[in-house]
C-alpha cells in the first residue's frame, strides 16, 4: 500500500465528530478513498481500542452477528469500524443499532456507499481528492505531475491508481487520449480486492445494488453534461417505465447509493454524476436502445429553456 496522501481535514473532522456522536457513516462513490481514510482514522485510536470489520468479506448475512461480536471480544474495544457496509446494508442496520442500544460506550464509523438510514447517523459524503493532492498521489506512484489527467478521472483515487500503472509502459500523452476510453484504459488485474481491478467493475457493484428504476434513470440521466435539476430529470427522463410521480424518490436513492452527487445553490438543489459514473450510464443507455429517444428530449427541453430565457423580461442595469 503505498503512502497516505492529503485528506487532513476530513481525518480531523471525522476523528472530532466520533468524540460527540456515536454514529458515523462515511459515504462517496466507488473508489473515492473511503476505507483508506477509516482506516488512517482507526490507526489514531488507542492501541486495541479499535476494531475493523470488512462487510464483504463476511460469508452471507447469517456470518454477520458472529463476526462483529468476534472482533469486539469483550474487551476494550470502543470504535467499531465496519467497512462496506452496503454488501449488507439492512443486516448492518440492524446490527449497528442493537449495538449501539447495548452498549453505551461503543462507536460505529460504517464506511458504505450507501447510508445505513438509521436514527442518530450522521452521515459524511467523501469527494474525491483536490486538484493538487490528486497530482500528489499520481506523482508518488508514477513521478509525473498530470493534472489533466486527474481532472478527467475526478481526483478518484483507485482510477488514479489505475492510470498510473498505465504509466508504467505508456506516455502521459497516450493515457490521455486512452482516457477516452476509461474503462478499456483503467484495468489492473494483479489488485485486490477483485471489485478494483478495473474502473468498470467498481462501478458495476453500484449498479448492482440499484432498483430497475435508478438503473433506468442512471442511464438516461447520463446525457446531462453537467449538472441537472429535478424538472430537467422529470421532462428528460419519464416515461411509462419511470412515472413523473416516481422521480424524486428514483433520485434520492440515486444520491443515496453515491452515484449522484446533490449540491444546494441559491438556485435550488442540482445533481451531478462522476464522469466514471455517467459514462457507465451511457454504455447501458446504449444497451437499452434508448439514446435516441433520451437525446432527442434532453434537446428539446434544452430547447425550452431557451426559449423560456429569451422571454423573460431583462434584469435591471446598465446595457
Ligand atoms: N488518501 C489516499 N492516499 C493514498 N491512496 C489512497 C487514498 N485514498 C484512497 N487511496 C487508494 O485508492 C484505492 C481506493 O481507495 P478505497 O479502497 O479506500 O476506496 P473506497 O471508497 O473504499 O472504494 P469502495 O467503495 O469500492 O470500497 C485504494 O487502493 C487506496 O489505498
Ligand atoms: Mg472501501
Known sequence: MGAFVGRRAEVAEITALLDRVRLVTLSGSGGVGKSRLGLEIAGKAAPGTAAIVDVAAVDGPEALAPAVTGALGGSDVSLL????????????????????????????????????AVSGEHLRVL???????????????????????????????????????????????????????????????????????????????????????????WARASVFAGEFDLEAA?????????????????????????????????????????EGLREFGAGWLALL??????????RDFRLRLARRAVGRPRPPGPC
Not at 509502459?169 to 484495468?187: E, H, I, K, Q, Y
Not at 436502445?289 to 434532453?298: E, F, N, W
Request: hydrophobic residues 45%; glycine residues 8%; proline residues 4%.
Open 289 to 298: 436502445g434508448q439514446q435516441d429517444a433520451v437525446r432527442l428530449r434532453h
Open 81 to 116: 469500524v465496519l467497512d462496506t457496509c452496503e454488501a449488507l446494508i439492512d443486516q448492518v442496520a440492524s446490527l449497528v443499532s442493537e449495538l449501539l442500544a447495548a452498549d453505551p460506550r461503543l462507536r460505529v464509523l460504517a464506511i458504505s456507499r450507501q447510508s445505513l
Open 234 to 274: 422529470t421532462y428528460v427522463c419519464q416515461d411509462d417505465e419511470l412515472g413523473v410521480e416516481d422521480m424524486a424518490d428514483v433520485i434520492a436513492g440515486l444520491v443515496d447509493k453515491s452515484v449522484l452527487l446533490r449540491r444546494q445553490t441559491p438556485a435550488g438543489v442540482r445533481f451531478r454524476m462522476l
Open 127 to 217: 469527494a474525491g481528492l483536490p486538484g493538487a493532492e490528486a497530482c500528489t498521489l499520481l506523482a508518488a506512484l508514477s513521478g509525473v505531475w498530470l493534472p489533466e489527467v486527474c481532472d478527467r478521472l475526478d481526483g478518484l483515487p483507485l482510477a488514479i491508481e489505475l492510470a498510473a500503472v498505465r504509466l508504467r509502459t505508456m506516455s502521459p500523452a497516450d493515457v490521455l487520449t486512452g482516457l477516452d476510453d476509461r474503462f478499456g484504459l483503467l484495468v489492473d488485474d494483479s489488485r485486490g480486492p477483485s471489485r478494483h481491478r478495473a474502473l468498470a467493475t467498481c462501478i458495476g457493484w453500484s449498479h448492482r445494488l440499484c432498483t430497475v428504476g435508478e438503473r433506468l434513470l
